[in-house]
């Protein structure tokens, strides 16, 4: 078997300096950071439940006039405004909506194609690190007022914001090293990029270098049509909109699901959850490594979700036992929060850096923000859905319901795993023959 060119050139990490790492761990931070500030809502479900709707666990309680409104300042001053929250909710929305487009495109930038899976398999745990962060920084602070889980984790994002934005490298150019796209230009045809344009597998086989000519016309954007007419951006934006429905929902639900259906105390539940995410994290890591071995993104990505379709069975069964959740739950991170941390990153990068916009950043950070942008509104979807669904039918249906979204996962790249496995079949073929 030809492994790729990350076994061919010694080590991975030899072809790094100390910016790459450097820019590798800001880039990593500063999503964890954002992400451990998206995980206090979710660690908070249950106190908030209780104190703004006290009719689910007490009836005997009027409920407030104004409900559900909540943060560190407006519980300080008990200033309760549904428009001054409503206001701040899209505003927070719309800042925590550019940091994913922006630090794929940096990481793009730094990073070529030769062992993406792996780095953008590691790196991509950013988001469950920023989890696992954000539930011990909540739990360490419930007990005082679900506000100062707000406070503290607010101010661990803003003293990161500072350091990141002294510290970051937006490119390899700002400090006169070579892009990834020279060096990309001299490497052997054993860099190809697993995203292709190419229709016909076998004209595209023989050449793997992104661009043969010696000149490289730079395309520095493209226009929302231009990169949603790239081949793969659709179905992956698709797909990942389903799939991110299903894994935001354990992120925003998991700890209320395990304090409302067990029974276990609030604090416990947040940590708990953590096994989510220990399992997204090697999950995408793993799958990440498989798919650079195979140079094809795709088989690797369904046979996760196909996989995933059982764990989710499998959790939904799973008994009043704290030590066989949490290993349920990290099967079921390692299945879906793997593949969900693949397309937004690795599979995103590809996406972004095919032959038809030759590695344009600019290109890039469109096509991030087209595939994230998608698997948000399903996400957000998904939310309602999730409490609609579990008010009338319960959390079994809720779990059904998750299974049709991954098997929509599947449906939507099912051209794109059928091209790439005739693709390895007929490249095993043509070894054997060849030997």
């Known amino acids: 078997m030809a492994w790729p060119s990350i076994f061919q050139r010694g080590t991975l990490l030899s072809q790094f300096s100390h910016h790459h790492v450097v820019v590798f761990l ?18 908070v479900k249950v106190s908030i439940s209780k104190q703004w709707t006290p009719s689910a666990f007490n009836t005997s309680i009027e409920l407030p006039v104004e409900v559900f409104v909540f943060g560190t300042l407006t519980e300080w001053l008990h200033f309760y405004n549904k428009g001054l929250y409503c206001s701040l909710w899209i505003v927070n929305g719309l800042l925590q909506s550019t940091g994913w487009p922006c630090v794929v495109a940096v990481m793009g930038s730094w990073f070529g194609k030769a062992g993406r899976g ?25 007990q005082y007022g679900y506000e100062y889980a707000f406070l503290v984790t607010a101010a661990v994002q803003f003293a990161g914001g500072i350091i990141i934005f002294f510290g970051l490298l937006v490119s390899p150019e700002e400090i006169g090293l070579p892009g990834i796209e020279a060096e990309e230009n001299f490497e052997e045809d054993s860099h190809r990029p697993l995203i292709s344009g190419a229709e016909n597998e076998d004209e595209a086989e023989p050449n793997y270098s992104i661009q043969e000519d010696k000149t490289i016309t730079q395309v520095k954007a493209i226009s929302f049509y231009q990169a949603c007419c790239l081949p793969g951006v659709i179905a992956y934006s698709l ?16 700890p209320f699901y395990l304090s409302n259906n067990f029974g276990w105390k609030e604090a416990e539940a947040d940590r708990l959850s953590i096994w989510y995410d220990v399992g997204g994290i090697i999950g995408g890591t793993l799958q990440g490594f498989i798919s650079d071995v195979l140079q094809k993104r795709a088989p690797v990505l369904a046979l996760s979700l196909l996989l995933a379709i059982g764990s989710l069975v499998g959790y939904s069964r799973s008994p009043n036992d704290k030590s ?3 290993l349920l739950m990290a099967v079921t991170g390692f299945f879906i929060g793997g593949p969900s941390n693949m397309i937004s990153s690795a599979i995103s990068a590809d996406l972004g850096r095919q032959e038809l916009i030759q ?23 998904g939310q309602y859905l999730v409490s609609l669904i579990q008010d009338s039918l319960g959390w079994m249906w809720v779990f059904y319901f998750f299974i049709l979204m991954t098997s929509c996962t599947i449906l939507f790249i099912s051209p794109l795993i059928v091209r790439e496995m005739c693709y390895l079949m007929q490249r095993r073929q043509t070894r054997i023959l060849s030997g």
């Open 324 to 326: 066989i959740n949490a």
């Open 359 to 381: 590695g344009s950043s600019e290109a890039l950070a469109t096509v991030t923000g087209i595939v994230d942008g998608t698997g948000s509104i399903g996400a957000a979807v």
């Open 26 to 43: 800001l880039t990593f931070f500063s999503y964890s950071l954002l992400h451990a500030s998206r995980k206090t809502f979710s660690n």
């Open 118 to 142: 792996v780095v953008f398999g590691l790196w991509s745990a950013c988001a469950s690190v920023g989890n696992i962060l954000g539930a011990c920084l909540a739990s360490s602070v419930l």
């Open 239 to 254: 797909a990942y909109a389903c799939l991110k429905l299903v894994n935001y929902s354990f992120f925003f639900w998991l």
